[in-house]
């Protein structure tokens, strides 16, 4: 399954689109009318960037693009990779603190320890669309900046819990504060870079993941080794939150908003930077919310397989996040030898996400075939975890190890939904219910792994498996559905006057056009 290219948005004429609303397209001298109807303020925030039609015409000098590109990825990518690396050291904070005694001083009995694991993403899942329609309202760097800053003092509250409730509430509220965080990076990724260029970008932000874990192996270690008046675990919270507050301010400072109002860019390459993700078709940002485009993203079936695939590839999160130490420790290591066992698996993921997303952009772009290949080695260590011997503890750890690449299947399907989606408050929609999916399968996850099955957890490791065939099933089945749509409108276009060739980017490009509205629009799978 391979990429479409998108070149070019309209026939010069009225045309119909295949699943939405007939969208009217001037030429000739209707062109400038066309412009000002656009700089009234239904279009893109882009287009405040340019003084007259003619430069959207602008000859560019490629060098000129590679050296602001760089620019840009110095601009954007260290921040979002050193604040996802953050992210996973805080989903593991918990894991850490059960290995370090949270469960004895808090006197957490049954269900109660899977419940704090999940009770993280009922926040995460009640502030959900409050938290990205703010994202559409608000300058998006800032408001990033300050939920990673509260999430940070949650975290660091968490150690002066002394019960179950306490720790719960402060578990929903840092869920709430996270919340923002996966559809901003990916909001920022589309506002930034073209869609050839999104895989390989949210592949380096993700690969932190990876490095994350590693870093928290790390950190945990030498959590574990301080001997001072209060429990390891308090120290965990401390010193991990106290970092992530650390960094939200970083980011409320030195995070650019949009590529619109960048201050690290002068006019020209704020323009240049707009110019680069015109074949898109997806725009940069619209600060009005459109109920109608609220209606659409609800009646495009790509919401829901996008739902069922944030799901399924979360269920397998939620337990390993939480109960991996567990699994390890099962194994027969000590404490601290448990927390560097989980360097190898951090650094793993990390490679694994940079060969997918290397391949997938060497290989034009053919992401389902990627993500069911990326999800194979997952699947054999769930069935190696669940009928190798236990006394075979080398070849259940090296299984184990296999569970990690789930991760970059998981980034090539987030830039398959940023890349499909086009008008923003549809993104911002669809960016909401894929992550009510993600939320959905981390709840989930933690209550497969039965704690009278411990340390195999044979239920919990079912779940891996049987979650990663649907979404198996559910990624061949959308990248057949897009490829049909492509089709369906590559015939459509062919009829009209001029052809597939006599589409004209420019005039649909920031017009904040959902997919299906524009017929010039092509999906990637």
């Known amino acids: 399954m391979g990429e479409k290219?998108?070149?070019?948005?309209?026939?010069?004429?009225?045309?119909?689109?295949p699943d939405g609303p007939t969208v009217t397209h001037e030429e000739g001298s209707q062109e400038q009318s066309k412009w000002k109807m656009t700089k009234g303020g239904d279009g893109d925030t882009a287009?405040?960037?340019?003084?007259?039609?003619?430069?959207?015409?602008?000859?560019i000098d490629p060098k000129e693009i590679r050296r602001l590109l760089w620019k840009i990825d110095f601009m954007i990518l260290p921040y979002l990779a050193v604040c996802y690396a953050f992210f996973y050291?805080?989903?593991?904070?918990?894991?850490?603190?059960?290995?370090?005694?949270?469960?004895?001083?808090?006197?957490?009995?049954?269900?109660?320890?899977?419940?704090?694991?999940?009770?993280?993403?009922?926040?995460?899942?009640?502030?959900?669309?409050?938290?990205?329609?703010?994202?559409q309202r608000l300058p998006i760097g800032k408001y990033l900046g300050f939920n990673i800053f509260l999430w940070g003092v949650f975290l660091m509250i968490q150690a002066a819990c002394h019960n179950f409730a306490t720790l719960g509430v402060l578990?929903?509220?840092?869920?709430?504060?996270?919340?923002?965080?996966?559809?901003?990076?990916?909001?920022?990724?589309?506002?930034?870079y073209t869609r050839k260029e999104q895989p390989v970008r949210i592949g380096l932000w993700y690969t932190a993941n990876g490095f994350g874990i590693a870093l928290g192996g790390l950190l945990g270690y030498g959590i574990?080794?301080?001997?001072?008046?209060?429990?390891?675990?308090k120290y965990e919270f401390l010193v991990i939150g106290a970092l992530c507050s650390v960094w939200g301010i970083v980011m409320f400072i030195l995070l650019?908003?949009?590529?619109?109002?960048?201050?690290?860019l002068t006019k020209r390459q704020r323009r240049l930077a707009v110019e680069r993700i015109r074949e898109n078709q997806t725009g940069v940002e619209n600060k009005r919310l459109k109920p109608y485009q609220i209606k659409e993203?609800?009646?495009?079936?790509?919401?829901?397989?996008?739902?069922?695939?944030g799901t399924v590839g979360n269920i397998p999160n939620g337990g390993i996040s939480n109960f991996g130490t567990l699994i390890i420790q099962g194994f027969g290591f000590s404490t601290l030898g448990t927390t560097l066992m989980q360097i190898p698996y951090g650094v793993l993921i990390a490679i694994s996400i940079l060969i997918c997303v290397y391949l997938n952009d060497r290989f034009q772009n053919r992401r389902c075939l990627f993500i069911v290949l990326f999800l194979l080695p997952n699947i054999a260590g769930a069935f190696g975890l669940r009928y190798?011997?236990?006394?075979?503890?080398?070849?259940?750890?090296?299984?184990?190890?296999?569970?990690?690449?789930?991760?970059a299947a998981f980034v090539l399907i987030l830039s398959m939904q940023i890349a499909n989606t086009a008008g923003h408050t549809k993104k911002v929609v669809t960016n909401a219910v894929l992550f009510l999916g993600y939320c959905t399968g981390n709840i989930a996850g933690p209550f497969f792994y039965k704690s009278d099955q411990s340390p195999t957890y044979s239920l919990g490791i079912w779940s891996m498996i049987v979650s990663h065939l649907i979404e198996v099933v559910v990624i061949i089945t959308l990248g057949l559905l897009l490829r049909w749509e492509n089709k369906k409108r590559d015939r459509i276009q062919s009829q009209m006057e001029g052809g597939l060739e006599g589409r004209d980017l420019n005039a649909t490009a920031f017009l904040d056009l959902t997919d299906r509205e524009n017929l010039n629009f092509r999906y990637i799978y």
């Open 5 to 17: 290219s998108a070149s070019g948005p309209t026939s010069g004429h009225g045309d119909i689109t």
């Open 47 to 59: 287009m405040a960037l340019f003084s007259d039609p003619a430069e959207l015409n602008e000859q």
């Open 89 to 135: 050291i805080d989903k593991t904070t918990l894991s850490y603190a059960a290995i370090f005694g949270i469960r004895e001083d808090l006197n957490l009995h049954g269900t109660e320890y899977n419940w704090l694991s999940s009770l993280f993403y009922f926040g995460f899942l009640a502030w959900a669309f409050p938290t990205n329609f703010l994202l």
């Open 171 to 192: 578990r929903v509220l840092g869920g709430a504060a996270e919340a923002c965080s996966d559809p901003a990076f990916m909001l920022i990724t589309s506002m930034w």
């Open 224 to 233: 574990g080794n301080i001997r001072g008046a209060l429990p390891s675990w």
């Open 256 to 264: 650019p908003d949009s590529p619109v109002s960048a201050p690290g």
């Open 297 to 309: 993203a609800f009646l495009d079936y790509k919401l829901y397989l996008f739902f069922i695939l």
């Open 388 to 407: 190798v011997p236990l006394d075979r503890k080398v070849g259940r750890l090296i299984c184990y190890y296999l569970t990690g690449p789930y991760n």
